[in-house]
């Protein structure tokens, strides 16, 4: 296969479009919450500002994302748009982008310069700019707002422009804290040229999938046409979105981690000089790149648990044995939230399974139980045997489940609207991932569930043969 060019099979000009329609449209949002913000900033907490040079700057976008905004509708017009056409609404592209950047610097010096938190609204710029543009247009966007950057925390440092302090929301002025700018600085370059990366080989690589997607189903479809349809063409293709899966989730292991060393050597080695908002912020930030890299392992585990065979790894196993050691790896986490884990155990319940699948299928459930249930309960984890099968109850007196969301509860990435109302960390992937590997194991997993008493989740495996 030759190189692919994504942008030519494709309808570049469609794409191009819809790109400008969508950031426009974000720029109403943006318009809109800049408002909203200022007038809650100056009426109801009182904070100092130059709002005076904010409602300017506001004019500007809003004049300008209006000009773009009639200015588009020629091209919308077009049935198809021609070479020249598709150049000027790429350049369209590139000149909001390039504004907006602009804006938000400016924005940033009138609230607070090096101190305020939008610092962090120039990850979003960029790594819309990897979405729209190839990987060395949207390196030049990350890199303009380094500059950009560098100028206005250089500048306010040095005594270049004046610095605008954001009155009642810090109690300090951290713009000529040399070690705190630094680190700040060198903090957020490294974020941004990590998000450019990520962006772009992310639709990169997703450019090329749909591509070669593309031209399986078409190669189905005329396969489907003479009744010829091969079941190892669709085992291949499976396969191939499971290599697929694994390979980025691989590729995003190691930003991931980069950008979670450069936080924690930021949080450690300025330590004293971090406190307040700007510690709570890379500490916030540490946080996200640990959900992160659980979404990343779960990715793989999903990868793996879709090529699982039954045939590997299939071992006699003492389901009771499993249990007992799954249970008091989480004992100490049940007791850290006041919870007792109650065991109702049969002895040698033998099947043959993959010790590894199996203990991280009843981790899960076992984790998800404790995860949900309130202060001073129970979580009950039974095992009996019922006509040639091993019976495994995982029983919790927590939050339960929404009827509407039973359907959809062993969906990839889906999380119950109840589960996500109490900021519980999860990535959705889990209870997916435990039903495949039951799956695989000849067995079932079902759950029942009362909203706001708790829920049973049961798995049934075969017994081992006599």
């Given at each position: 296969m030759g190189k692919i060019q994504p942008k030519e099979v494709y309808e570049e000009g469609t794409d191009l479009l819809?790109?400008?329609?969508?950031?426009?449209?974000?720029r109403w949002l943006f318009v809109a919450a800049i408002i909203v913000t200022v007038l809650f900033c100056k009426y109801f907490l009182t904070l100092g500002a130059a709002y005076f040079q904010i409602g300017i700057l506001t004019a500007v976008l809003l004049a300008y994302n209006i000009s773009f905004a009639v200015g588009g509708r020629f091209f919308y017009r077009q049935p198809q748009l021609s070479s020249k056409q598709i150049d000027l609404v790429r350049g369209s592209l590139f000149t909001q982008i390039t504004l907006d950047l602009i804006i938000l610097t400016l924005m940033i010096h009138y609230t607070g310069g090096g101190e305020n938190p939008l610092l962090?609204?120039?990850?979003?710029?960029?790594?819309?700019?990897?979405?729209?543009?190839?990987?060395?247009?949207?390196?030049?966007?990350?890199?303009?707002a380094v500059v950009l950057l560098g100028f206005l925390l250089g500048s306010e440092y040095f005594g270049v422009i004046s610095?605008?302090?954001?009155?009642?929301?810090?109690?300090?002025?951290?713009?000529?804290e040399g070690t705190y700018i630094l680190g700040l600085g060198v903090t957020l370059t490294?974020?941004?040229?990590?998000?450019?990366?990520?962006?772009?080989?992310?639709?990169?690589?997703?450019?090329?999938?749909?591509?070669?997607?593309?031209?399986?189903?078409?190669t189905?479809?005329?396969?489907?046409?003479?009744?010829?349809?091969?079941?190892?063409?669709?085992?291949?293709?499976?396969?191939?979105?499971s290599d697929f899966m694994r390979k980025v989730a691989h590729e995003l292991r190691a930003p991931l981690a980069a950008i979670k060393s450069?936080?924690?050597?930021?949080?450690?080695?300025?330590?004293?000089?971090?406190?307040?908002?700007?510690?709570?912020?890379?500490?916030?930030?540490?946080?996200?790149?640990?959900g992160l890299m659980a979404l990343v392992k779960?990715?793989?585990?999903?990868?793996?648990?879709?090529?699982?065979?039954?045939?590997?790894?299939?071992?006699?196993?003492?389901?009771?044995?499993?249990?007992?050691?799954?249970?008091?790896?989480c004992r100490p986490i049940a007791q850290e939230q006041g919870i007792q884990i109650v065991a109702q155990l049969e002895t040698t319940v033998e099947v043959m399974a993959d010790p590894q699948g199996l203990e991280e299928v009843f981790t899960n459930?076992?984790?998800?139980?404790?995860?949900?249930?309130?202060?001073?309960?129970?979580?009950?984890?039974?095992?009996?045997?019922?006509?040639?099968?091993?019976?495994?109850?995982?029983?919790?007196?927590?939050?339960g489940i929404d009827p509407e969301d039973m359907p959809l509860l062993f969906t990839e990435f889906f999380r119950a609207k109840n589960a996500k109302a109490l900021h519980v960390e999860g990535t959705g992937l889990g209870l997916a991932l435990s039903k495949r590997i039951v799956e695989a194991h000849g067995g079932e997993i079902s759950v029942e569930s009362t909203l706001g008493e708790g829920s049973s989740f049961k798995l049934q495996l075969p017994l081992k043969p006599a």
């Open positions: 819809q790109n400008m329609h969508w950031l426009i449209g974000l962090f609204f120039y990850i979003f710029h960029v790594t819309i700019a990897g979405i729209m543009f190839p990987r060395r247009t949207a390196y030049l966007f990350s890199l303009l610095h605008y302090h954001l009155k009642g929301f810090l109690p300090v002025e951290l713009y000529r490294l974020t941004l040229m990590t998000s450019v990366y990520l962006a772009t080989t992310i639709m990169t690589r997703l450019h090329r999938r749909e591509l070669e997607l593309e031209q399986a189903r078409q189905l479809l005329e396969e489907s046409r003479s009744c010829e349809i091969s079941l190892a063409q669709l085992d291949r293709l499976h396969k191939e979105k450069c936080l924690q050597v930021a949080r450690e080695y300025y330590a004293d000089e971090l406190t307040g908002k700007p510690r709570e912020m890379i500490e916030r930030a540490e946080r996200r790149s640990d779960d990715l793989l585990n999903l990868s793996q648990a879709t090529e699982f065979s039954p045939a590997t790894n299939f071992q006699p196993l003492q389901i009771d044995k499993l249990l007992s050691t799954v249970i008091e790896f459930l076992l984790s998800n139980a404790i995860k949900y249930s309130p202060e001073k309960t129970e979580v009950t984890v039974s095992l009996k045997v019922d006509d040639e099968r091993a019976c495994i109850y995982f029983t919790d007196q927590g939050i």
